[in-house]
C-alpha cells in the first residue's frame, strides 16, 4: 500500500490564528484506497500518526486529522487532544456525523464537503464542533481524496482548535456560517474565475492578456480602480501598462513607480499585501491598496493593484475590508495571469526571433542578388574586354599591314620613278600615324577606366578625314585583289 500526499495549495487566512496546511492525498488504485481509509488513517494508525507529524513539521499546529466521504461518515479519525476531553475516537469510526462529535451546523458542513468534491479544490474554513455539551471552534482545510480517473469520493479534513466556545458563540458562529450567501458569492466568484481564465487563455496576445486581467478582476470585485504594472528584475520601476477605472477618477496608466518597503514585499509572495497609497500615488490614492504578484515558476511577472474605498465592507480607517472568497479569487486569478503572462511573452519572443531570422534571411538572399548581379554584370564586362581585344587587334593589323606593304612595295622596286616612291613613304607614314594614334586611343580608354581622360572638342574636317581613309586602305585593298 502507498499513499502520497502532495502540497496542492497553501491557503492564507486572515483569522488571528491563520491555519496553513492543505494537501490532496493521491490514490493508484481503488484497492490501495479503501486499504488507506482502514489500516492507514484510523485512530492511533501508524500512518495516520505519520500525516499529523508531517503536519507538524510543517510548522502548522495540526490538531485533527479525519476522513470522509459525502455522507458525512467518520471513516478515520485522529485527534490527539481527544483523550483530555473524555471520549474515545475509535468510536466514531463508520458513525455520522450526527454522532458524538460532529458539526454543530451539519447541513453547512456537509455542503462544503459536498463542493470539495464537487470542484476536487480545497476549501479552507471555520466550523464549531460540539461533543457532550463542550464546543470547540477548528480551523478547517477540507481537501479532496483523488484516484487515477480524476474523480473523488471522500475527504481529508485537517483541522487546528482555534478556541473554546460556549453554546450561544457556538449556535451563534453556525447561523452566521450557514447563510446562503457564503456560497453565493463563492459561486459567484468561481464562474467569474472560471471566464475570466477562459478569456485570458483565448490569446497569446500580452496587451489583451493584461486588459483582460485588469477588467475581469474590477468588474467582478467591484473595485475603484484596477491596475497591471509590469516586473522585471532588470527594470527598477514597475510600469502600469493596464487599467480598470470608475468613472471620475484619475488614470495611473503608463505610470512608472519605484518598488518600495511594501511593493518589494508584495512581489517576494504570493498571497495579497496591503500596501500604503504612499507608495504608488499619495495624491490619486488616499486609501491603501491591495497588492498581489502574479507569478510562473515562483517567479514574479506582474503586480495587480486594487483600490476601493466606497464599496464592500468598509473599515475603521475607511478602507475595504476584503472576503476571504475574494482573496481566494484574486489568488487563483493571479495564477492563471502570471502564467498566461509568461506564455504569451515567450510566444512574442518566439516571434521577435522569428521576424529577425527573416529579417538576416532577406539580408542574405538580397545580398546573394546583389552578387549574382555582380557575378553576371563581370562576365558581360569580361566579355566585351575580350571583343574589344578582338577589335583592337584588328585596327592594329591594318595600319600595320600598310605600313609593311609600302615599304615591301619600295624593296621590291615596283616603284616605277623617285616620285611614286615617296608617294609609298608617304602612305606608310600615314599608316605608321595612324597606328600611333589606335594606341593613344587605346591608352585614352585606359584612362576613361580610370576616371583620368580629358576630352578636346576640335572640329573636323570631313573631305579631309574621307581622303585619309582612301588613301589609306587603296594600295591594302590592291594588293588583296591581286591575290
Same mark, same amino acid.
Given at each position: ?174 447561523? =452566521?456560517? +450557514?447563510?446562503? !450567501? ?9 464562474? %467569474? *474565475?472560471? &471566464? #475570466? ?91 491603501? =491598496?491591495? +497588492?498581489?504578484? !502574479? ?9 495587480? %493593484? *486594487?483600490? &476601493? #474605498? ?110 611614286? &616612291? ?62
Amino acid at each position: 500500500m502507498n499513499m502520497n500526499a502532495c502540497l496542492h495549495r497553501t491557503p492564507r487566512s486572515i483569522s488571528p490564528r491563520p491555519f496553513v496546511f492543505s494537501a490532496v492525498v493521491l490514490m493508484t488504485s481503488p484497492s490501495d484506497f479503501s486499504i488507506s481509509l482502514s489500516n492507514g488513517f484510523t485512530a492511533n494508525a501508524p500512518a495516520a500518526e505519520q500525516f499529523f507529524d508531517c503536519s507538524e513539521a510543517s510548522g502548522s499546529n495540526t490538531d485533527l486529522v479525519v476522513t470522509q466521504d459525502a455522507t458525512g461518515r467518520y471513516l478515520s479519525f485522529f485527534w490527539p487532544a481527544a483523550a483530555q476531553y473524555g471520549f474515545e475516537a475509535a468510536k466514531l469510526i463508520g458513525r455520522s456525523i450526527d454522532a458524538e462529535f460532529g458539526p454543530v451546523a451539519p447541513q453547512f458542513y456537509l455542503e462544503r464537503v459536498q463542493r470539495v468534491l464537487d470542484l476536487l479544490l480545497p476549501e479552507q474554513f471555520q466550523c464549531p464542533f460540539c461533543f457532550a455539551g463542550q464546543y470547540f471552534l477548528f480551523n478547517l482545510v477540507v481537501s479532496p481524496i483523488l484516484l487515477p480517473q480524476g474523480q473523488a469520493h471522500q475527504v481529508v479534513v485537517v483541522g487546528q482548535l482555534h478556541d473554546r466556545l460556549t453554546a450561544s458563540q457556538a449556535q451563534a458562529l453556525a447561523q =452566521v456560517a +450557514a447563510c446562503p !450567501t457564503v456560497f453565493a458569492s463563492f459561486d459567484r466568484y468561481h464562474k %467569474l *474565475l472560471t &471566464q #475570466i481564465t477562459w478569456d485570458i487563455r483565448r490569446t497569446l496576445d500580452l496587451e489583451t492578456i493584461w486588459q483582460k486581467a485588469v477588467n475581469g478582476l474590477g468588474e467582478a470585485l467591484a473595485v475603484s480602480r484596477c491596475t497591471l504594472c509590469t516586473y522585471s528584475p532588470d527594470e527598477p520601476y514597475l510600469r502600469v501598462v493596464a487599467e480598470y477605472l470608475q468613472p471620475g477618477l484619475p488614470s495611473l496608466l503608463g505610470r512608472e513607480i519605484t518598488p518600495g518597503t511594501y511593493l518589494s514585499r508584495a512581489l517576494g509572495t504570493t498571497r495579497p499585501i496591503t500596501v500604503p497609497s504612499e507608495e504608488i500615488s499619495p495624491d490619486d490614492l488616499p486609501h491603501p =491598496v491591495l +497588492a498581489i504578484a !502574479t507569478c510562473y515558476q515562483d517567479q514574479p511577472n506582474s503586480l495587480i %493593484l *486594487l483600490h &476601493q #474605498i466606497d464599496r464592500g465592507t468598509i473599515g475603521a480607517l475607511g478602507e475595504r475590508q476584503w472576503h476571504e472568497a475574494e482573496l481566494e479569487l484574486l489568488r487563483e486569478l493571479a495564477d492563471q495571469v502570471g502564467t498566461g503572462i509568461a506564455h504569451a511573452t515567450l510566444f512574442a519572443e518566439s516571434n521577435h526571433l522569428a521576424a529577425k531570422l527573416q529579417k538576416a534571411n532577406d539580408s542574405l538572399m538580397q545580398q546573394h542578388q546583389e552578387l549574382e548581379d555582380a557575378r553576371t554584370f563581370a562576365e558581360e564586362a569580361s566579355r566585351l574586354k575580350s571583343e574589344f581585344l578582338a577589335n583592337t587587334s584588328h585596327e592594329l593589323r591594318t595600319p600595320l599591314n600598310g605600313m609593311i606593304g609600302f615599304l615591301k612595295l619600295i624593296m621590291d622596286g615596283m616603284a616605277d620613278d623617285p616620285e611614286e &616612291q615617296n608617294e609609298f613613304l608617304e602612305e606608310a607614314y600615314r599608316s605608321a600615324v595612324h597606328l600611333h594614334e589606335i594606341l593613344n586611343d587605346i591608352l585614352d580608354i585606359a584612362k576613361i577606366e580610370a576616371g583620368k581622360m580629358q576630352l578636346d572638342l576640335n572640329p573636323v574636317r570631313l573631305d579631309d578625314l574621307l581622303s585619309d581613309v582612301e588613301d589609306f586602305t587603296r594600295t591594302h585593298a590592291h594588293q588583296k585583289s591581286q591575290l
